[in-house]
């Protein structure tokens, strides 16, 4: 078996590369290294290159797995203007590749297309978007037109996965994450900063059920559909994510409440709740997350005191 996986030194990515090639699969990875450089196992062909401008590869394919792409709250500030441009063509280069070798793409989408909607999202939830032009809405945007233009496209086997709230092990800072921005300030001493008002709620998922859900994907799901990868039973609000790492941190920390535009400047967007309904997926695919909230905070707080013992 043998794969393209764009974006496969990033965090997703790179967790998908190593589950792939534990069991078996031949992958060539596509990175332009935008969003850090996470190591790929020996045997893994990097190409350090955007997707668009990259070779295409000139060996048969049994899957394109598409994950690359401007991400994060914070990291995609910087990209503003050129987000939509470029996560359509990069689309649009993975499934020519995918149309080429005649195997399916699983396209990595985001929760982000819901907008900002009440309730749960399932995949036939409206799409709303609040007024403005902020670049979170510029990523929200450009990820939902490139779903449309692949599932428009004439002869693609093309699968969607939308993931909600995914965090792990290699996910960095910078981008804005929260889990790991919260454990490097509870082990560093500092305060924690919480967004206003707080009281926003995530479903946090771990980076190894998304992948076992992608790879449910390839191997079951449908073409021409989507799917949401998340587990709601995780939900909670920032405020309590902030005190479980503190607990679970031993830290003597405090709990800042900010305004994160003082931080990131008037660009940043904080998203409302954020919880999925992933049913289809639990259904049709027999995904079946196991990771729960406290199981994830103590994976990433051992990460983060590893990396700093290293």
Known sequence: MRAVVTGGAGFIGSHLVDRLV?????????????????????????????????????????AVFHLAGKVGP????RWAGQIVKDTVDAAAAAGEWALRAGCPLID??????YGDPTGPNSEASPRVFQPGTSARMEYAVGKLAAETMLFNTDGLDVRVVRPFNVTGPRQLVDGGFVLPRFVRQALAGVPLTVYQPGSQRRAFTHVADIVDGILAVYQRGRSGEAYNLGRAEN?????????????????????????PCDLHGAGFREAADKVPDATKARRELGWAPRWDRAAIVVDVV??????AAA
């Open 108 to 113: 990595v989408s985001t929760s982000e297309v």
């Open 22 to 62: 534990r069991t078996g699969w031949e992958v060539l990875a596509v990175d332009d290294l935008s969003g850090g450089r996470n190591p790929v196992p020996p045997g893994v062909e990097l190409h350090h290159s955007t997707v668009q401008a990259a070779v295409p590869p000139g060996v048969p394919l049994d």
């Open 235 to 259: 939900a909670c609000t920032i405020r309590e994510l902030a005190d479980e790492v503190l607990a679970a941190t031993g830290s003597r920390s405090r709990v800042s409440i900010v305004d």
């Open 302 to 307: 051992g990460y983060w005191q590893r990396s």
């Open 74 to 77: 914070v990291g995609v500030l």
